[in-house]
């Protein structure tokens, strides 16, 4: 682009999808990965997931019934939400979603409700069929910014991996907490399960540098691709969202926790998986942040 | 384009589309003053614009610019990515919104590639430029190509061999925004200037 | 609790029966909510040329018929609004819903019985729309957005030159029944000009042969403002009701005169001791100086100018009681 040039006049686009949309994502996020950690012991049959098996599927539930709030919100035209089901476009990822996000809680109060009564083949069954639903339920939403071919961010062949990954993870460090926070505060012996919850911080070290990886990969690409993609790489690494990106979503919440996580002055204590599970959790929000809202940031006309 | 030939336009077969003469234009927004006027746009938002950049250092400069629309394309990303299907394709190319049935998700929107929709500040669903359909269908052209005093906006049936818009392309070279990107967009600039075409984002005193 | 004791199919039963009942109520209420035409601009009534009707005078929007009877096709719910088509402003979908209320309209050929028909226009609805198969609407436009400054809902009269050749023979639509002066059936009260009839033209038409509604649209010079139903009139159209009073060169707006509406001299039954002067006065046709006790016919006498009865002009022939009545007001009792 030559320094010379001078725009004079250029309507103002407002950026059409809000914060909501993000946190929108991120709680989808948070339950999908509860519900898969949640099926680990009762899909799966692994029983050293069981201390976590029920307070997953909670906070699946609850999770997945405060999230489409955040859509409803979000619509010009909230009482016309329901035009989604009868007049679906099977092209459009947002169908899929509406259908996805009634199916899957439905499963979850049926798995959560049978692992409640005490039915372990039924709840095994509906534990494995809402693990391709979970993974949906998070997995559309990467296909949401993918298929938004127009946003040289959005439009990566990695974007619902990475979404995912950064679901698992999320779901993963909020699974820790919870667990530490119900032991602690609300189990008879007051004391923290260190066998699960070790268990857990292992698969979040795994996840954490898949989803390093995937956001590595990601970056360098577009780095190296067309002049759109590189803008977008700059935006992330030099321009605004510079420290959103670097700053929370690797800094604050890969590479400090990881380091929390591995050195084996902290890697025992619990409150500093505590602090690196927190840590986590605000690093994929701003992953979340990062993508929707620093997507749109560059302009397009 | 004769108002004739629009009229007999209208039967079937008919595929609309634009040239836009980037050697006539001035710059003069009376294409977008006009659509404002026409179609009651809300305060704020513009379905049709001219983008203006300036180039170079005194002596050395130019102005050029970029009249900008929807350009109905032939495979719009805003209808596949549409969940209720409000969004739809005329049988001639005009790709409309239906007003009563969009929720405002704003994913259109978001996916255009050239940023020609918006969110109406008054009735919060989607709206674009629909080629003044209306018009077309008493006979008439769009008001923008209507009210261009320089005749840079040219209209017509794309298939129709001897319509101005098809004389136009075939004689002159031409180009569209982002062929990139796999939309196969009808409105096809004469002589536009890259740096105008390029991405720029609102102009100084356009941030709100 | 008897309800516990309760059998187990009659609880099945009245769970359903309460579902759809509920939904019912549901639907229902939502119907009467998006209905209200009230709803409809919420999106409608927005912007700087909104769609809002303003309150008409033929189909009052806001208690008898709202948006929803003539834009959605029959028989379909305003729930479905997202319904492509369930909404439209088109001849044919507009039309049909007129006709719903208005069913027999499409084979009247009179003008009796209609409610409102001020200016006494005669039109076969038979002709036009069974026969022609013309919509309601190609005439009744304004019925109710009528955006006119000052709307009457009425039918304009350049929607008729649409198919009609234009006329200045006002006759040939505004009824045969009333004459030719320009009442055409408005309440006298309406009118603006002394003596209750339209003014002649108190100045010479030398140089004033372009339009007479340069100067008496906007009253520019002082001229008398003419009424909005004149928007549009050409000067012959003007002078056709108007007569212009030759050899006056004086251009008066108002007369200076005070007009009489009786004449002060009262005519004795043999001998006319006042002659009326051969053109029409300033100010009007000459009020009835008599009472209409035992004259049930005006041409009886005035036809021939028998005991001393002014002649009518020629102008006045074949005219009936009530159209004399009309224009000459009878002061007396």
């Known amino acids: 682009m030559n320094g010379d040039v001078v725009t004079t006049f250029n309507v103002f686009h407002e950026m059409p999808l809000s914060i909501l949309i993000a946190v929108y994502f991120y709680m989808t996020g948070l339950s999908a990965g509860s519900f898969i950690l949640s099926t680990m012991a009762y899909g799966f049959g692994m029983e050293k997931f069981k201390p976590i098996g029920r307070v997953g599927v909670v906070m699946a539930v609850v999770l997945l019934g405060l999230a489409p709030l955040n859509l409803i919100a979000e619509l010009g035209q909230p009482l016309r939400f329901w035009y989604l089901f009868p007049y679906l476009n099977p092209a459009s990822p947002i169908t899929w979603g509406s259908f996805l996000l009634t199916l899957y809680p439905i499963n979850c109060l049926i798995y959560g409700y049978f692992m409640f009564k005490g039915r372990p083949k039924l709840t095994r069954a509906f534990g494995l069929i809402g693990i391709p639903l979970a993974l949906s339920v998070h997995g559309y939403t990467g296909f949401i910014l993918a298929l938004g071919k127009a946003r040289a961010l959005w439009n990566t062949a990695l974007m619902p991996t990475y979404f995912l990954t950064s679901a698992m993870v999320s779901g993963i460090a909020l699974m820790i907490l919870v667990v530490m926070v119900r032991d602690r505060f609300f189990m008879p012996e007051k004391k923290i399960n260190r066998g699960i919850v070790s268990t857990l911080v292992t698969m979040l070290l795994i996840t954490i540098v898949f989803d390093l990886f995937l956001a590595l990969s990601d970056v360098l690409i577009l780095l190296t691709a067309d002049t759109e993609a590189r803008e977008a790489a700059l935006l992330l690494l030099q321009g605004g969202f510079r420290p959103y990106f670097l700053g929370v979503e690797v800094g604050l919440g890969a590479v400090i926790p990881l380091a929390l996580l591995l050195l084996p002055a902290t890697r025992r204590q619990f409150k500093f998986i505590a602090a690196a599970s927190v840590l986590v959790m605000f690093g994929i929000l701003a992953m979340r942040y990062v993508v929707v809202i620093g997507g749109q940031t560059i302009p397009l006309s | 384009m004769s108002s004739s030939e629009a009229g007999t336009a209208i039967a079937a ?136 005093p320089t005749g840079a906006l040219v209209f017509g049936d794309l298939r129709d061999p001897d319509s101005n818009v098809s004389k136009v392309l075939k004689r002159n070279p031409v180009q569209v925004l982002k062929p990139d990107r796999a939309t196969f967009p009808q409105v096809y600039y004469l002589a536009a200037d890259s740096e105008a075409m390029e991405a720029r984002g609102a102009s100084e005193g356009q941030e709100r | 609790m008897p309800f516990r004791r309760a059998p187990k199919w009659l609880l099945a039963v009245g769970v359903v029966a309460v579902v759809v009942l509920g939904l019912y109520a549901v639907m229902a209420s939502v119907n009467f909510v998006t209905a209200n035409p009230l709803y409809c601009l919420t999106c409608h009534g927005t912007g700087g040329t909104p769609d809002e009707s303003k309150v008409s005078l033929v189909h009052p929007a806001y208690s008898e018929v709202g948006c929803v009877d003539c834009h959605v096709e029959p028989g379909h719910y305003v729930l479905v609004e997202g319904y492509r088509g369930g909404y439209a402003a088109d001849p044919p979908r507009v039309s049909a819903a007129c006709l719903r209320c208005h069913a027999d309209m499409s084979s009247k050929e009179d003008t009796t019985g209609f409610k409102f028909n001020v200016l006494n226009v005669e039109v076969s609805h038979k002709a036009h729309v069974s026969e022609r198969g013309a919509y309601c609407s190609d005439c009744h436009q304004d019925i109710a957005h009528d955006s006119r400054p000052e709307p009457t809902n009425r039918p304009q009269m350049n929607y008729c030159y649409a198919c009609h050749e234009t006329s200045t023979l006002c006759m040939k639509c505004h009824g045969s029944s009333i004459p030719p002066d320009p009442a055409f059936g408005i309440p006298w009260s309406e009118q603006i000009s002394i003596g209750n009839t339209p003014p002649n033209v108190p100045h010479s038409l030398d140089g004033r042969l372009a339009a007479c509604l340069v100067c008496h649209q906007a009253g520019s010079g002082g001229a008398p403002k003419a009424p909005v139903s004149h928007a549009g009139r050409t000067i012959d159209m003007c002078l056709a009701c108007h007569q212009s009073v030759k050899g006056n060169a004086t251009p008066t707006p108002t007369p200076t005169t005070p007009i009489p509406t009786t004449p002060t001299v009262t005519l004795p039954p043999t001998t006319p001791t006042v002659t009326l002067p051969p053109t029409t006065p300033v100010g009007g046709p000459p009020g009835v100086p008599h009472t209409l006790d035992g004259r049930d016919s005006c041409r009886v006498c005035h036809d021939t100018g028998l005991m001393g009865a002014p002649k009518a002009p020629a102008s006045h022939a074949g005219r009936t009681n009530d159209m004399c009545l009309d224009c000459h007001t009878a002061k007396t009792p």
């Open chain 2, 13 to 148: 077969g008919v595929r609309y589309g634009m040239v836009v003469d980037l050697r006539r234009c001035t710059g003069c927004q009376a294409c977008s003053v006009a659509c404002k006027a026409e179609m009651d746009v809300p305060l704020g938002v513009f379905r049709t614009w001219v983008k203006q950049i300036e180039k170079g250092e005194y002596p050395f400069v130019s102005v050029s610019f970029l009249p900008s629309l929807c350009n109905q394309c032939e495979q719009p990303i805003c209808l596949r990515n549409c969940p209720t299907r409000a969004t739809y394709q005329l049988e001639n190319g005009i790709v409309v919104v239906d007003p009563h049935r969009c929720i405002g998700c704003k994913y259109c929107i978001a996916s255009c590639p050239y940023s020609v929709r918006y969110l109406s500040p008054l009735k919060k669903i989607a709206e674009k430029c629909e080629f003044c359909r209306h018009r077309l269908e008493d006979g008439l052209e769009p008001a923008c190509v209507n009210t261009c």
